[in-house]
C-alpha cells in the first residue's frame, strides 16, 4: 500500500446536509474557511433545499468541524438542521477543499434570507479614500447587502439574481473566488467599473456622476424640494423633517391625513435629539435588520409638528443602505450641507402598493416627488421597511417586513403545502412549504385594485421558488377580498377558513413553537368576522391540544354598531352606542354628545332603539375609541387606531397603572358565563369627570381595568390550563399589554406575547396557514383510520 492510500485508509467520509438561513450569508465560504483550517477534503455547494457538503479527514477532525458548524457559523445563518452520514472514504488519497457549483434538486427549498443592512466593514471602505470602493453607492460583501428583494430563484447564485446584468469585472471575479476573501462567493458584489449605477434627475437636469448625483440631491432636500430615493425594496420619499412646507407637502401628495411620517436619521447620536432611547432600542435601532423603532419623542425634538400630529411618539431608523450613508454625510469638495434627518416614508399614495419598478416610477412619481435620486439594480421583490416597539425589553413587532421577511416559522410538524392569504388590513400572506412557514414582505391594506394586483404578483413571487400549495386557507369573512381571491383560485384544491381570532391566537402559538398545547388565548382587535356574523374583537379563546378547534369562554358584551365603516371612523359613534347601551344619559355636558349633530344623535338614537342598520359589536379596539371620545381625546380618526394610540399616550401621563385602579375606582364587570360588561365601568368615568378628576388618571385607570378584566376572566375559564396568550391589534399596546402580562403572571400564567409576527393583522396569515395545516394532518388520520376499518 502507498503511503498516500495508507492516509487515506485511515480517513473517514462523511455527507452533511445544513437546512435553514444558509444561503446568501456567507455560508458557503465559512465552510471553506474552517474545512481548510482543519486540513479536511472535500467539497462544499447550495442546492434549491441546502447546502450540501462532503467532507474527509480523521473522525477527530471530523467531529471539530461538526462542532464548529454550529459554533462558528456567520452572524446572519439561522440553521434549523444539520445531518450528518458516514460514506466511504475517497482512496485516492486526494486533497483540497473546494466550492462546488450549485445544483437544483426537488425538495422543499432552501430558506431565503432577509435584506441586511450594510456592515461596519463595508462602511468603513466605503469612507476610506484610498479604497478602490470608495463612496461606491452598491458596496456589499458576504455579511450584508440585499438578498430577498434580488433573488429570483433558487439556489442562491449570482445567475439568479438581479445582479446577473452585471458581469465581474476582474479584480472584482478574484475577489469572489479567493476564499480568504470578504467577498468570496458575495453574489451581489461590484465596483463602480462593474456594478450598477446612480443618478439624480429633476425636470430637465440629469446628473449622472454619483458625487454630483448625491450633492444636487442634498441641494434639492435644502430648498424644500421632495426627492424620491430608490432602495433596496423600493423607492422612498424624502424631505427635510425640520422643515414645515414640504412636510405638509408631502402629506398632501400622498393623501396621508394625519398618519406620521418614519424618519431616518444619520445616526444613534442624531437619533437621541429626537427621542428618549432605552439601551433596548439602541440595540434595536442598530442590529442588521435596521427596522423604524417607534420611540417616545422629545418635546424638543428638532422635528416639524407635521411629521406625526398630535402624537407622542416618532418613528426612527437609522441607514441601512450605502445610498442612505451618502446622502446623509458630506460629499467632497461640494458646498452642500448634509441633512442629518429626513422624513423618509414609502413612495406611495396611501392605501396603494409600493413603488418599485422603472414603469411603475415613470407613471407614479412625478406626481409625487420633485426629483428622483435612482439607480439601476433592479429589485425583483418589493419590501417595505419593518416597524417595531419594545415590550418588556423585548421587540414587539408591529410590521414585519425588510430585514426579517421571509424568515420561516418551523410549525414543528410535516404536512401539505398550503397558501394562507391572510386579512384585509395590513395583509401579508403564508406560504408553508412541508415544514416551514415563510411570511411574506408587508403587503397593504387591500382597499384598491392595484394592491389587488401587488398581493396576487407576490404570491407568484414566492411560489416560484416554493413547492405549489396543495390547499388555501383564508379568513371567514365572507367580504375580505382576500378570501374571494382564495375561493378563486383554489380550484379543486381544499380551502380552509379560519376565524379571525382563532388565527390570532394559533399564530402566537406558532411563532412560540408550541402548538397543540392548551391556551387561553385573549383576542382583542378592531373587527373581526364572528361565527355568529357579529362583529368580533373582544374575545377570550380556550385552545386545547387540537389547536385547529377553539371554544369561546368570553367576549367583550356585545353593543350595536351603526353605521359600520363611519363607526370606526368616528369614535364618537361608538361612544354613543356604550353609553346607550350602559342606559347611560346623552347628556350635552360628555364630549361624544357635543361631537355629533342634533340630527346624528336622533339618528343614532333610533337606530339603537330598532336595531335598524346595527350589529352587535364585541370589538375591545371600539370600547377603546369610546373611551377615547368620552376622556374628549379624538372623535374623528385618519387612521386605524388613532384614537387608541392617543388614549395610550394620555394614559402614560397619569397615574401608574398600580394605583390607578383604586384612585379612580373603575372597574369591569365579569360575569359568570365569561362576558365582560364595561358599563359600571362607563357609569364611573363619567361620574369622575362631572368631579374633576383628570382625563390622565382616567385614561390610565381604564387600562388598568382592562388587565384586571383580563385576568378575572382567564382565571375563571382556565381551569388546569396555565398558558396564557395576548394577541390581536390592541396589544400593540405597549401600556395594556405590560400591564396584562404582570398581572396573569402573577395569578401563575406563563405569558405568551408577540416577537416575530405582529399581534395585528399582518400575523394572520400564520396562524391560518398553521390551522389550515393541523386540520389536513387530522383529516389524514382518519382517511388511514377509515382505511384500516
Not at 287 to 304: N, Y
Not at 557 to 584: E, Q
Not at 703 to 712: I, S, Y
Amino acid at each position: 500500500m502507498t503511503a498516500v492510500n495508507a492516509l487515506a485508509a485511515g480517513q473517514t467520509r462523511r455527507r452533511v446536509t445544513v437546512t435553514g438561513v444558509v444561503q446568501g450569508v456567507g455560508f458557503r465560504p465559512f465552510v471553506h474557511r474552517i474545512a481548510t483550517q482543519l486540513g479536511l477534503s472535500g467539497f462544499v455547494g447550495n442546492d434549491s433545499a441546502a447546502v450540501f457538503i462532503e467532507i474527509q479527514g480523521n473522525p477527530d477532525q471530523l467531529d471539530e468541524f461538526l462542532r464548529r458548524l454550529h459554533t462558528d457559523a456567520p452572524p446572519l445563518a439561522v440553521i434549523t438542521g444539520v445531518t450528518s452520514t458516514e460514506l466511504p472514504a475517497d482512496r485516492s488519497g486526494a486533497n483540497g477543499f473546494d466550492i462546488t457549483e450549485s445544483r437544483t434538486i426537488s425538495a422543499a427549498a432552501t430558506a431565503i434570507p432577509p435584506d441586511i443592512a450594510v456592515c461596519d466593514d463595508c462602511l468603513t471602505e466605503l469612507f476610506d479614500p484610498a479604497d478602490r470602493r470608495y463612496r461606491h453607492p452598491f458596496i456589499t460583501c458576504t455579511n450584508c447587502g440585499p438578498r430577498f428583494t434580488i433573488i429570483t430563484s433558487l439556489p442562491y447564485d449570482r445567475p439568479a439574481t438581479t445582479m446577473s446584468r452585471f458581469p465581474m469585472c476582474r479584480r472584482c471575479a478574484q475577489e469572489y473566488h479567493a476564499p480568504r476573501d470578504r467577498r468570496f462567493h458575495a453574489q451581489p458584489i461590484a465596483c463602480p467599473h462593474c456594478g450598477p449605477t446612480l443618478w439624480f434627475h429633476a425636470g430637465t437636469h440629469h446628473t449622472t456622476s454619483t458625487d454630483a448625483a448625491f450633492a444636487a440631491t442634498q441641494r434639492a432636500l435644502a430648498q424644500g424640494s421632495i426627492v424620491a430615493v430608490k432602495g433596496l425594496g423600493g423607492y422612498h420619499l424624502a424631505c427635510a423633517a425640520g422643515d414645515d412646507a414640504p412636510v405638509v407637502s408631502l402629506r398632501r401628495r400622498k393623501a396621508r391625513g394625519g398618519k406620521p411620517f418614519a424618519v431616518l436619521v444619520r445616526d444613534l447620536q442624531v437619533a437621541r435629539r429626537y427621542a428618549d432611547i432605552t439601551d433596548a432600542e439602541a440595540a434595536l435601532l442598530t442590529c442588521p435588520a435596521r427596522p423604524i423603532v417607534l420611540l417616545p419623542r422629545r418635546a424638543d425634538a428638532p422635528a416639524s409638528p407635521h411629521v406625526a400630529p398630535a402624537n407622542p411618539w416618532i418613528g426612527l431608523m437609522l441607514p441601512y443602505s450605502p445610498i442612505h450613508h451618502l446622502l446623509l454625510n458630506p460629499v467632497p469638495g461640494s458646498a452642500s450641507e448634509p441633512p442629518e434627518a429626513l422624513v423618509f416614508t414609502s413612495a406611495n399614495r396611501s392605501g396603494e402598493p409600493l413603488c418599485y419598478t422603472n414603469e411603475d416610477a415613470a407613471r407614479r412619481l412625478p406626481a409625487l416627488a420633485d426629483a428622483v435620486l435612482d439607480h439601476n439594480r433592479p429589485i425583483h421583490v418589493p419590501c417595505d421597511d419593518s416597524v417595531v416597539r419594545i415590550l418588556d425589553g423585548r421587540q414587539l413587532p408591529i410590521r414585519r417586513s425588510r430585514g426579517y421577511a421571509p424568515l420561516p416559522v418551523d410549525l414543528g410538524r410535516d404536512g401539505p403545502t398550503v397558501l394562507a392569504v391572510g386579512g384585509e388590513l395590513k395583509n401579508t400572506f403564508c406560504l408553508f412549504d412541508g415544514r416551514r412557514a415563510f411570511m411574506s414582505a408587508h403587503v397593504g391594506d387591500m382597499g384598491s385594485a392595484a394592491t389587488l394586483e401587488a398581493f396576487g404578483q407576490a404570491v407568484n413571487q414566492l411560489c416560484e421558488i416554493r413547492p405549489t400549495p396543495q390547499r388555501l386557507a383564508a379568513d371567514l369573512h365572507p367580504g375580505y377580498v382576500t378570501r374571494t381571491w382564495a375561493e378563486r383560485h383554489a380550484g379543486p384544491r381544499p380551502l380552509d377558513l379560519v376565524q379571525h381570532h382563532h388565527a390570532h391566537v394559533v399564530s402566537l402559538l406558532a411563532e412560540h413553537g408550541r402548538l397543540g398545547e392548551p391556551i387561553i388565548g385573549v383576542a382583542f382587535d378592531g373587527t373581526g368576522y364572528g361565527c355568529d356574523a357579529a362583529v368580533w374583537g373582544g374575545e377570550i379563546l380556550r385552545l386545547g391540544t387540537a389547536s385547529h378547534r377553539f371554544t369561546r369562554v368570553g367576549h367583550l358584551a356585545a353593543v350595536p354598531m351603526a353605521g359600520g365603516d363611519a363607526a370606526v371612523r368616528n369614535p364618537w359613534r361608538m361612544a354613543l352606542a356604550h353609553l346607550w347601551t350602559a342606559g347611560i344619559t346623552w347628556d350635552t355636558d360628555l364630549a361624544p354628545v357635543r361631537a355629533a349633530s342634533n340630527q346624528e344623535l336622533r339618528l343614532l338614537r333610533s337606530q339603537f332603539d330598532t336595531g335598524r342598520g346595527c350589529v352587535p359589536c364585541t370589538s375591545m379596539g371600539r370600547l377603546f375609541d369610546a373611551v377615547a371620545s368620552i376622556l374628549n381625546v379624538r372623535h374623528g380618526v385618519d387612521y386605524e387606531g388613532q384614537a387608541a394610540i392617543e388614549l395610550e399616550a394620555l394614559a402614560a401621563c397619569g397615574l401608574t397603572a398600580r394605583d390607578s385602579l383604586s384612585a379612580t375606582g373603575l372597574r369591569i364587570a365579569v360575569n359568570p358565563d365569561g362576558t365582560l360588561d364595561p358599563a359600571p365601568m362607563l357609569a364611573a368615568i363619567v361620574a369622575a369627570l362631572r368631579e374633576g378628576i383628570s382625563p390622565a388618571d382616567l385614561a390610565a385607570g381604564f387600562h388598568r381595568a382592562v388587565a384586571t378584566a383580563v385576568t378575572d376572566v382567564v382565571c375563571q375559564a382556565a381551569g388546569p390550563i396555565r398558558l396564557a396568550g395576548l394577541t390581536g391589534g390592541v396589544f400593540q399596546n405597549v401600556l395594556l399589554a405590560a400591564e396584562c402580562r404582570r398581572q396573569l403572571h402573577d395569578a401563575g400564567f406563563t405569558v405568551l406575547t408577540h416577537h416575530t409576527v405582529p399581534p395585528n393583522d399582518g400575523g394572520l396569515a400564520l396562524g391560518q396557514a398553521a390551522v389550515a395545516l393541523l386540520t389536513a394532518l387530522e383529516e389524514r388520520r382518519t382517511a388511514d383510520k377509515e382505511r384500516k376499518e
